[in-house]
């Protein structure tokens, strides 16, 4: 009797196989592409969200701060003008002002000894821009910023203070208006009157 094989064949069987995962494979592919793009969708989402609420945080506090007064603000800015007007004013007025105490430094350190002085006369120069009266006509003017009346014992002590003082940087035109002989109690002495300008502050004479 002949044998019948009544058992499948195994291409019959793995047929149906194939074609099972042929299917399979590309439903699986999309539901893994469609979890990560949901997956992304749903983190840049989160993202978004949380900046939102930063930016809201951020403009709540901007909202609280309280807004400058317009008229503090005005006042603040005229107290602010009004300072600097002064120091700019101060600044012109020291910058005219002579430093006396120098002058008057200046010409203890050159003072020989043997003169003493019974008058000393010191004035301010005036500014270039000030209009000053002419004097009457006959007087002689000399230089009227400074002036020292004293004694000493001869003429070259006088001429010897007169070259001293011309060494001092604040003064100029040192002039020499009287020198005469004369007596102090009954000791011969030389009375003298010395007259120079005080130079302007700034450089100018």
Do not use: C
Not at 27 to 40: D, E, F, G, K, P
Request: proline residues 7%; aromatic residues 4%.
């Amino acid at each position: 009797m002949r044998a019948i094989n009544l058992l499948p064949r195994d291409n019959e069987r793995r047929g149906p196989q194939k074609r099972q995962w042929i299917v399979l494979v590309p439903v699986v592919l999309a539901v893994l592409l469609t979890a990560m793009l949901s997956a992304a969708f749903l983190s840049a989402s989160g993202k978004a969200k949380d900046k939102q609420a930063e930016l809201a945080t951020l403009q709540d506090e901007l909202r609280a701060i309280p807004t400058p007064d317009t008229s503090r603000v005005k006042t603040q800015s005229a107290l602010a003008a009004d300072k600097q007007a002064r120091v700019t004013a101060l600044s012109a007025a020291l910058s005219r002002r002579v430093a006396w105490d120098r002058v008057f430094r200046e010409l203890s350190l050159v003072l020989p000894n043997d003169v003493w002085l019974t008058t000393i006369s010191a004035k301010a120069p005036v500014p270039s821009s000030t209009a000053v009266a002419p004097p009457p006509v006959g007087t002689s003017v000399a230089a009227t910023g400074f002036t020292l009346d004293g004694y000493t014992y001869s003429h070259s002590a006088v001429a010897r203070l007169l070259s001293r003082l011309a060494v001092i940087p604040d003064l100029v035109n040192v002039q020499l208006q009287q020198s005469t002989l004369t007596k102090v109690g009954t000791a011969p002495a030389v009375h003298f009157l010395i007259v120079a300008d005080v130079r302007r502050p700034g450089g100018g004479t």
